[in-house]
């Protein structure tokens, strides 16, 4: 059995669906702070709440079910939250995972997949980044990942405990079939923000900054669609019970879109003209993040599939699906 934690949020979800087409057996274990019990439902999966701050909670998982492996998503991850409360991040975010690895030894458990991110990278020396790029995070969201990371290295040279670190850039997109979706409270992101507007709410988007030296003065970022993002868990999956060493890939497509690209993208899928403003630039956004892909496509033959404007089209959906929930 596959354990998810934090598998009632955006990205853990839309895993779950690709493990379950998989074949493999999941139970879900989450807290629900910023998942939704709506999404669980839709997966049709055994789950368990509890909190990974609670080691009795995360260890009577491992005592009920024989878990292989873990894929480890739960997290807080607002950058600008985690700036203005620290504590709040490590806490949950490094102790957290720092009592699910200690679960995972004490019930021989070696496994574990783990969703790590560009913002460990910080402010890019070059572009597009590779995974060895030097990592001076610029805030503590990023900064509990790296350490989450070197935690992993040490349970790795200490018991033998075996990771898969996934460096996500932008993940957008939803499930292609409308069951699950980006459901964020206060959502944060560019597409959903955009889309947000788009289904005439009365919000205007801001956009944060058109005065960077960019093609278009907008930030570019790398968008890499939710679907292909789960695609990449499975084979991390495979690529450590196949005996794998720790390893760390950057998931991305390797190629940017400014914000004004994918504002146009959005007016286009959506046939609607978007109200818009320009705000001052957003504090910690830098104006480039790309990926460099070639390791996870040589080591994990992963290949993303899909395209910027797939990604809006089925994020649109969700949009719409989501307002009937009244959130
Ligand atoms: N943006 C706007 N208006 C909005 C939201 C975003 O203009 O309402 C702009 C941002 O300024 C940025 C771009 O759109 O230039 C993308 O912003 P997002 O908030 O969608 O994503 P980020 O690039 O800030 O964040 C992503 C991940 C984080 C990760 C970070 C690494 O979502 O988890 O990359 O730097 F930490």
Not at 71 to 99: M, T
Not at 133 to 153: A, C, Q, S, W
Not at 186 to 194: A, D, F, G, S, Y
């Amino acid at each position: 059995m596959i354990l998810v934690t934090g598998g009632a949020g955006y990205i853990g979800s839309h895993c779950v669906l690709k493990l379950k087409d998989a074949g493999e057996n999941v139970v879900i274990f989450d807290n629900l702070s910023t998942g939704h019990i709506e999404t669980v439902q839709k997966l049709g999966v055994e789950f368990v709440q509890g909190d990974l701050r609670n080691p009795a909670d995360i260890n009577a998982v491992f005592e009920n079910y024989k878990i292989d492996a873990v894929v480890h998503f739960a997290a807080f991850s607002q950058v600008g939250e985690s700036v203005k409360e620290p504590y709040k991040y490590f806490q949950n975010n490094v102790c957290g995972s720092l009592n699910l690895l200690d679960a995972m030894v004490k019930h021989d458990c070696k496994k574990i997949v783990f969703s790590s991110t560009a913002a460990v990278y910080g402010e890019p020396d070059y572009t597009p980044i590779d995974e060895n790029h030097p990592k001076h995070p610029i805030n503590p969201y990023g900064e509990t990942k790296l350490t989450v990371e070197m935690i992993m290295d040490d349970f790795d040279k200490a018991y033998g405990l075996k990771s898969v670190r996934l460096r996500y850039f932008n993940v957008a997109g939803a499930d292609t079939s409308g069951r699950i979706g980006e459901w964020h409270e206060p959502e944060t992101h560019l597409i959903p923000n955009v889309l947000k507007a788009a289904l005439g709410s009365g919000k205007t988007f801001n956009l944060f900054g058109d005065d960077y030296d960019t093609k278009d003065g907008t930030c570019v970022r790398d968008y890499i669609d939710v679907n292909d993002l789960a695609a990449a868990h499975l084979l991390a999956l495979n690529y450590l019970k196949n005996g794998g060493e720790t390893n760390v890939f950057n998931l991305g497509t390797q190629t940017g879109s400014t914000v004004k690209e994918v504002f146009k993208a959005c007016e286009d899928i959506t046939g609607k003209e978007i109200p818009f403003e320009i705000q001052p630039r957003r504090e910690g956004d830098p104006a480039i993040l790309v990926a460099d892909n070639k390791k996870a496509r040589e080591i994990l033959g992963w290949n993303p599939l899909h395209s910027l404007n797939e990604s809006v089209q089925t994020a649109w959906n969700w949009e719409q699906i989501l307002t009937k929930f009244n959130k």
